[in-house]
């Protein structure tokens, strides 16, 4: 597995997952859009990773509620929505293979790409500091 | 983890090789050992391709010796313990009256009048106070070996060169045991394992079991953990107590009439005789998920029966399990739907073993 790690540049939701705000561009600068992934933490808990299936485009994501399902070689585990939003991109070779969730969860490993529907949501998640100090509790 | 866990004498060792440690029937014991990115896949291929070890020390062990000793087995186990030479193996179930299965065992001939059956960890102590029940007035010994046996399978194409290596005589063939040295120490080595790959299983003092373990690792074995083990044995089509055995299943309608032999007049004889001769209600399939999703244990069928064991086959990198299903939706190439938590995922029944070692 990866080295244990929390970027700086993301934000976290409690229940493992973290979201990368991109620049607001394109056509609609006041829709800014994520991208979404679960922790370092979660995918050592988990362990490996053995399927993904990922939500269609345009799914609907709403803060807190479970989105998606990631499987280890024991477990299925939810996806938690850290943020509201409408799915744009998906990522395609995670139904191949799963495995960079494991190996890099950060970079290749990225599950979703959403919309945001309420970029003001992004105020009740954490940094990667009081995140990692979360999970020394 | 609570301090009452029961360790094996390859704790240390286990720590050493980076184990993820899990609670396993009251035994801390190696899931998988860290370090590559997908360690479960890692194992289970080292296995299928080379040679793995697994410390299986968590299984028990029972000595039954004495006059009456064949007795007593042949009335607790199912199988036809006449049928094994001294030095011989055999598997068999343990049933109650009703034909309910209590546990599936391995048994070695070890003498004329002594024998040694392996029993699963969770069942150890119930299956001992069974043994004891019915040894009633019977000549025979009942012994709990369960502290003086520590356990290694070394399974996968190359094990058996790997472990003849090190042994002072030819090693016995499949489904025998033998007594032999390995580095030095009396063990009985037995031709038998639970991966669907040729191997052994070596029952040694527990103190010995760390050389043992530090030599096998020198000449490449891969550690492998709890976690590899169960899903060689899927595809094996072995069956696991717990998931696909249980005291609500009778041997026919798990497949396992072929290790009952009614006319030994075993405890569940009548029991297993009535449900050969009718026909069992459901009967236990291998099957593969058609498409992508992995079914898991309790995922329901839909038109009746259950997924008892399921996961991601390592070896075809389909979704694939064991189920009961009604009898007639138990031949090969019959479709189903199983409901993997809301969602229908297609799947086919197919033959056993989903998995066969090459040539």
């Given at each position: 597995m990866s080295q244990a790690g929390y970027p700086d540049d993301l934000l976290y939701h409690p229940e493992h997952d973290w979201a990368r705000i991109e620049?607001?561009?394109?056509?609609?600068?006041?829709a800014p859009e994520a991208t979404l992934g679960i922790t370092w933490y979660a995918q050592d808990a988990l362990g490996e990773v053995v399927f993904f299936e990922p939500p269609p485009l345009g799914t609907t994501l709403t803060q807190d509620e479970p989105y998606a399902e990631v499987e280890s070689v024991k477990a299925v585990s939810d996806v938690v929505a850290p943020l509201s939003g409408e799915i744009v991109?998906?990522?395609?070779?995670l139904a191949e293979d799963p495995a960079p969730i494991n190996e890099d969860p950060y970079g290749a490993g990225w599950l979703v790409k959403v919309r945001l529907r309420?970029?003001?949501?992004?105020?009740s998640l954490m940094d990667a500091e009081t995140y990692a100090t979360t999970l020394h509790g | 983890m609570p301090t009452t866990l029961r360790r094996t004498s390859l704790y240390d060792r286990h720590v050493d090789a980076g184990a993820k440690l899990v609670e396993f029937a009251g035994w801390e014991m190696p899931v998988f050992y860290e370090g590559p990115p997908t360690p479960v896949r890692q194992e289970h291929t080292a296995v299928r391709t080379g040679v793995g070890v697994f410390d299986v020390s968590h299984m028990g062990e029972i000595e039954t010796s004495g006059p009456q000793a064949f007795e007593l087995l042949q009335r607790l186990i199912?199988?036809?313990?006449?049928?094994?030479?001294?030095g011989g193996a055999q598997y068999g179930l343990l049933c109650r009256?009703?034909?309910?299965?209590?546990d599936d065992l391995f048994t070695y001939r070890l003498e004329h009048d002594r024998w040694l059956t392996v029993t699963n960890a969770a069942n150890h102590a119930q299956d001992l106070a069974w043994w004891r029940e019915h040894?009633?007035?019977?000549d025979a010994q009942v012994e709990d070996r369960i502290e003086d046996y520590a356990m290694l399978a070394v399974q996968g194409p190359r094990a058996r060169e790997l472990v003849q290596a090190i042994s002072d005589a030819p090693l016995p063939p499949r489904m025998t045991a033998a007594t032999r040295r390995l580095l030095g120490a009396q063990m009985l080595v037995c031709?038998?394992?639970?991966?669907?790959?040729d191997g052994v299983e070596l029952l040694l003092a527990p103190a010995d079991a760390p050389a043992l373990w530090d030599e096998l690792l020198r000449r490449g074995a891969a550690p492998a953990g709890l976690a590899a083990r169960d899903t060689l044995r899927l595809e094996a089509c072995y069956h696991l107590y717990g998931n696909d055995l249980?005291?609500?299943?009778?041997p026919i309608e798990a497949g396992l009439?072929?290790?009952?032999?009614?006319d030994t007049h075993f405890i569940g004889s009548e029991a297993v005789r009535g449900v050969r001769a009718a026909g069992p209600r459901e009967r236990l399939v291998a099957f593969a998920i058609d498409g992508p999703g992995i079914a898991r244990q309790g995922n329901p069928i839909v038109g009746g029966g259950g997924v008892t064991s399921g996961t991601?086959?390592?070896?075809?990198?389909i979704g694939v399990g064991l189920a009961y299903v009604p009898s007639g939706r138990a031949a090969v190439g019959t479709r189903l739907q199983i409901d993997v938590r809301g969602k229908m995922r297609p799947a086919v029944v197919r033959e056993k073993p989903l998995y066969r070692k090459g040539p």
């Open positions: 620049q607001a561009g394109g056509s609609d600068a006041s991109a998906v990522n395609e070779a309420n970029p003001a949501e992004s105020e | 199912s199988n036809d313990l006449s049928k094994v030479p001294i009256e009703d034909g309910g299965v209590l040894a009633g007035d019977l031709g038998t394992g639970y991966t669907g790959e249980s005291t609500e299943r009778g009439g072929w290790c009952c032999v009614e991601l086959s390592p070896s075809l990198g």
